[in-house]
């Protein structure tokens, strides 16, 4: 049995490419009549979560007809030259934020501010100036969620009430301090940088970049799900089997898909959850 306090907060985390997984995880918690009463997202999470908080009974199966089509060149548009003229240009990045805007536009489905929404969303972003992490939760929506996302070096920071923004995911990869800000009372925590499982030691430079990634975003991860779990039920789902697969790479994402799906069902077949504690675990050790 798996009784969840409300509000219950969906807890969406960054990692590029990998945020496919979480639809495979929502495909499994719909199937276990687990909603969210509240979305919190970074980066790619933050993308994930606002077509959530827009419609969440439907979220899966929308969310997997975009991933479907999700590529490298259409969130990283433009060639080796593009880039490097970018770079030269602007100084500070390498692609524009068009493409994933585009990606949006058309997943929001003309949803244009928070107030579209569904449910309260809240999209995580590290304000420049005070080096903090802030949670976005009204006005435009598409520029709170590229925000979010805006890796640094890769997308341009976005300018927004008198602040210049970046991914959030640098301080909050997985915002589950601001999820319990917002008032969550239960967490149901879906990390895509493969949670509960260890990586091998890396053979290859994609396995090292892999490797350090992983472990520089899980700590964050351990340390605030170990402290929340002292008051609050916390749901970590468990991501697919570790791959060589970097946030950047695109042509993983159907299986991605599967087998976070397959890990998730069979963890949620088996969990009991009643009052607070941790279930499930972001590291590969409990």
Known sequence: MIALEPPVGFVLGGGGSL?????????ALTEH?????LVVGTSVGSVNGALLALDPARAAERLAAIWAHMT??????????????TARRQRTHLFPNTGLAEVLRLGLAGATTFADLLLPFGAVAVDVTTGTAVTLTEGDLTSAVLASAAIPGVYPPVR???????????????????????GAKSLVVLDCTFPGHLPKPPENLAETLLFWATLGTRNQAVLEAELAARDVPVLYLPGPPVQPV?????????D???TSYQASTAFLDTVSVAGPGLHGHPSGTV
Not at 19 to 27: D, I
Not at 33 to 37: E, L, S, V
Request: zero cysteines; glycine letters at 14%; a positive charge.
């Open 19 to 27: 945020g496919a997984a979480q639809v495979g995880m929502l495909r």
């Open 33 to 37: 009549g687990i909603g969210p009463d």
């Open 72 to 85: 490298r060149p259409r969130v990283f548009p433009g060639g080796l030259f593009a880039q490097l003229r």
């Open 160 to 182: 927004r009430d008198g602040r210049v923004l970046y991914d959030g995911g640098v301080l909050a990869n997985v915002p589950i301090r601001q999820a319990l800000a917002l």
């Open 246 to 254: 970097t946030p950047l790479d695109f042509t993983h994402t159907a």
């Open 256 to 258: 991605l898909i599967a």
